[in-house]
């Protein structure tokens, strides 16, 4: 079973690799998908990055505000405090958020929402700390008619890459977390379903990853 402390442990023990991997499975595509996923963005004021990783969207943002990222892990969060001086990192749960109320006038999540091991807790402290109005942009995989081939790929022709790259504990966590991706309908569903109303979705490599844009009713 996956818990919080998995995902702590798998995400810092690949800390070191992390950039180099997303640039490897995206195709050196994924510098412009979160510039993408930003550029979605309409709100100024303090921006919050949840699961931040090494930092690479809050470095990229342009906002005036205050840019804040929490991840569960340290060593994620060691390297992104040296990319992004003026950005501030904190160890905390996407659940249960350590800030008041309307902190925030926008909230990014690159990679990350099908990780949460509780999505509708996570949406709830979304929306209580964003300003009305406030915006929730994810950057994501979708699961559609390809995913199963992606699997498969993941499963076998790639799967030497994976092991020397990660391990064979690290690679089976990755394969599990796009086993169970969400569609971009459950994804929308979800959001409407916890009071976010659905402003654009965009999809990038044939459908397989989604840029999407929430507001909070």
Same mark, same amino acid.
Request: aromatic share 10%; hydrophobic share 45%; with cysteine.
């Given at each position: 079973?996956?818990?919080?402390?998995?995902?702590?442990?798998?995400? %810092?023990?690949?800390? +070191?690799?992390?950039?180099?991997?997303?640039?490897?499975?995206?195709?050196?595509?994924?510098?412009?998908?979160?510039?993408?996923?930003?550029?979605?963005?309409? =709100?100024?004021?303090?921006?919050?990055?949840?699961?931040? @990783?090494?930092?690479? !969207?809050?470095?990229?943002?342009?906002?005036?505000?205050?840019? !804040?990222?929490?991840?569960?892990?340290?060593?994620?969060?060691?390297?992104?405090?040296?990319?992004?001086?003026? =950005?501030?990192?904190? &160890?905390?749960?996407?659940?249960?958020?350590?800030?008041?109320?309307?902190?925030?006038s926008s909230v990014t999540l690159s990679l990350?929402?099908?990780?949460?091991?509780?999505?509708? %807790?996570? *949406?709830?402290?979304?929306?209580?700390?964003?300003?009305?109005?406030?915006?929730?942009?994810? *950057?994501?995989?979708?699961r559609f008619s390809l995913t199963p081939l992606?699997?498969?790929?993941?499963k076998f022709p790639l799967k030497p890459f @994976?092991?020397?790259?990660? @391990?064979?504990?690290?690679?089976?966590?990755?394969?599990?977390?796009?086993?169970?991706?969400?569609?971009?309908?459950? &994804?929308? +569903?979800?959001?409407?379903?916890?009071?976010?109303?659905?402003?654009?979705?965009?999809? +990038?490599?044939?459908?397989?990853?989604?840029?999407?844009?929430?507001?909070?009713?």
């Open positions: 079973m996956v818990t919080k402390k998995t995902v702590e442990e798998v995400f %810092s023990k690949v800390s +070191r690799k992390y950039d180099f991997f997303l640039n490897l499975v995206t195709f050196g595509k994924i510098d412009l998908w979160q510039r993408e996923m930003l550029d979605m963005l309409s =709100c100024e004021g303090n921006r919050l990055d949840v699961g931040t @990783g090494t930092g690479e !969207v809050l470095l990229k943002s342009q906002n005036r505000g205050l840019k !804040v990222g929490m991840d569960l892990s340290k060593d994620m969060l060691r390297r992104a405090r040296e990319k992004c001086k003026v =950005c501030r990192f904190l &160890v905390a749960d996407a659940e249960n958020m350590p800030f008041k109320k309307s902190s925030f990350v929402f099908r990780h949460l091991l509780d999505r509708r %807790s996570f *949406l709830r402290e979304v929306k209580r700390v964003l300003k009305e109005g406030g915006e929730l942009a994810l *950057l994501d995989i979708n992606l699997v498969f790929l993941m @994976g092991l020397l790259i990660f @391990g064979s504990e690290k690679w089976s966590f990755f394969i599990h977390s796009l086993e169970n991706a969400l569609s971009l309908e459950e &994804v929308k +569903r979800e959001l409407t379903e916890e009071g976010f109303e659905v402003a654009e979705v965009q999809k +990038r490599l044939f459908g397989f990853v989604y840029l999407l844009l929430a507001k909070r009713r």
